[in-house]
């Protein structure tokens, strides 16, 4: 499939270099999808209205925040995925090319001559794709993909800001945080409008990577953390949820991949030694990784009566990563087809995973920290002698330790998770901790980022409608 869809990409580009680009723009709105308040989709037609337009490129990253935008009146959400942009950036970039790469071109260069002519063909087609479908703003979640880099460049010269929704807001880890620096240090500053970020720590990041200047970045938490909110409150005034009561009970993994950078990583950005001198992995981490994970199925088996879900991201399962999972899982003695309450589901909803779970178990991933803001019983699974090592030092939740239940070897996980199965009660001193984490994560305690990603994307547009009219 991923060959033929590579062909059928090939052909696609070579036809769009032969057919003007007005038929280019025609092509490309019939792949352009309007988001409607039900979740539900439907072309985009040019519909001159009283809502602002906004273009999410890139759709299938955001998690949510498109669903969410759909939802307010004072805006017409559409979007289009990441390959129908690529067809324009690779009728010319014919090789797989990094941003820095063209902003770095030399002079005369073939690269620099086909930066030039990706430039002029994007702006091109794009100058006639926003006559056929009205655009008053585009949005990205990245700042690394070079699709959207020359979709930016096209957009702000036609006067269409762009705005960056960013998503990869955890940079508690310090060796995290020091490579998202190098990676937007290496670039050229933003060539969008605004950003839109979760926290203040990652701002700090693009401040100090001069990536962008203060006053084009804005925290505003993250837009799915509204129903959370919402539902913290109706949660414990529902003395836990009692208007719905889960009849069985659920343990929960957020899954992470024996690869994860919790056990190190190998990147030309920063001095991995400096971070890791013992070597860029942990030798450990398999043995660490089987642990926990035949530890879980032991106790699936040990408790029917109990569910059993591994939440993985979807991407993991199509990782190399994913292969050792499985060995791990057919190599135990338990047979898990065996076990109707072990359960693995990419696609569950993470914040109903949290409620209905009576213990969590996660690593790195913020939603541990949306967990502990629920009230949940939480195991870090440390073992191996995980805090012993320089790679513990690099880990986001390290100061915090006091608000999980830190499991340092397998007999502990087993007699944690029979403790949490029947323990509900929070301390109101261990509650307010939890929240002061999940605001430093997610800035916000009030529920109310929605209204903060609106203003900032009206005015950003405003704004520049101000700017065309003076020029």
Same mark, same amino acid.
């Given at each position: 499939m991923k060959k033929l869809n590579s062909i059928i990409s090939f052909f696609l580009r070579r036809i769009i270099v032969l057919m003007p680009n007005q038929i280019t723009a025609i092509f490309l709105s019939i792949a352009i999808?309007?988001?409607? !308040? $039900?979740?539900? /989709?439907?072309?985009?037609?040019?519909?001159?209205?009283?809502?602002?337009?906004i273009l999410a490129l890139d759709s299938e990253r955001y998690r949510g925040d498109i669903d969410i935008l759909s939802k307010k009146n004072e805006f017409r959400v559409l979007h289009i995925r990441q390959g129908w942009q690529r067809l324009l950036t690779q009728v010319f970039l014919t090789k797989k090319r990094y941003i820095y790469d063209v902003e770095n071109a030399i002079n005369g260069s073939d690269l620099e001559i086909q930066h030039k002519k990706t430039e002029a063909l994007v702006h091109d087609v794009l100058s006639k794709l926003y006559?056929?479908?009205?655009? %008053?703003?585009? =949005?990205?979640?990245?700042?690394?993909?070079i699709p959207d880099y020359y979709w930016t460049i096209a957009s702000e010269r036609l006067n269409v800001p762009c705005i960056m929704l960013y998503r990869e807001c955890n940079v508690m880890s310090p060796i995290i945080f020091d490579?998202?620096? @190098?990676? +937007?240090?290496?670039?050229? !500053?933003?060539?969008?409008?605004?950003?839109?970020?979760?926290?203040q720590k990652i701002k700090e990041a693009f401040i100090k990577s001069n990536f962008v200047a /203060?006053?084009?970045?804005?925290?505003?938490?993250?837009?799915?953390? @509204?129903?959370?909110?919402?539902?913290?409150?109706?949660?414990?005034? $529902?003395?836990? $949820?009692?208007?719905?009561?889960?009849?069985?009970?659920?343990?929960?993994l957020f899954y992470f991949p024996v690869n994860s950078s919790m056990f190190g990583s190998n990147n030309s950005g920063v001095n991995v030694k400096n971070y890791y001198p013992d070597g860029n992995y942990w030798n450990k981490k398999e043995s660490y990784f089987i642990q926990l994970h035949e530890t879980i199925l032991k106790l699936?088996?040990?408790n029917r009566e109990i569910d059993f879900i591994i939440k993985p991201k979807e991407i993991f399962m199509h990782d190399e990563s994913w292969n050792f999972y499985k060995k791990i899982v057919s190599e135990s003695r338990i047979d898990e087809t065996k076990l109707d309450n072990y359960i693995v589901d990419a696609h569950a909803d993470v914040h109903r995973l949290i409620i209905d779970s009576a213990v969590i178990c996660g690593g790195q991933s913020s939603t541990t920290i949306e967990s502990l803001y629920m009230g949940k019983r939480v195991i870090l !699974?440390?073992?191996?002698?995980?805090?012993?090592?320089?790679?513990?030092?690099?880990?986001?939740?390290?100061?915090?330790? %006091?608000?999980?239940?830190?499991? %340092?070897? #397998?007999? @502990?996980?087993?007699?944690?998770?029979?403790?949490?199965?029947?323990?509900?009660? #929070? =301390?109101? @001193?261990? +509650?307010?901790?939890?929240?002061d984490l999940y605001s430093i994560c997610f800035d916000d305690l009030s529920g109310n980022a929605i209204e903060k990603y609106s203003n900032t994307i009206t005015s950003t547009i405003e704004s520049s409608r101000r700017d065309n009219d003076l020029d």
């Open positions: 999808k309007e988001r409607l !308040p $039900n979740g539900k /989709d439907q072309f985009a037609f040019r519909k001159k209205s009283n809502k602002y337009s006559k056929i479908i009205d655009i %008053d703003c585009i =949005t990205i979640v990245h700042f690394k993909y490579m998202v620096v @190098d990676m +937007m240090s290496n670039q050229k !500053p933003f060539k969008g409008s605004h950003v839109i970020v979760h926290n /203060d006053k084009q970045i804005t925290v505003a938490s993250a837009l799915r953390m @509204d129903s959370l909110i919402k539902k913290n409150i109706n949660y414990f005034m $529902n003395n836990f $949820n009692k208007d719905k009561e889960v009849k069985r009970k659920i343990f929960t699936a088996k040990a !699974p440390l073992f191996c002698g995980y805090k012993d090592t320089a790679y513990f030092e690099q880990f986001p939740w390290r100061n915090y330790l %006091d608000l999980f239940d830190v499991a %340092d070897n #397998i007999v @502990d996980f087993e007699n944690i998770f029979y403790k949490a199965l029947n323990s509900k009660e #929070i =301390t109101k @001193d261990d +509650m307010k901790k939890r929240r």
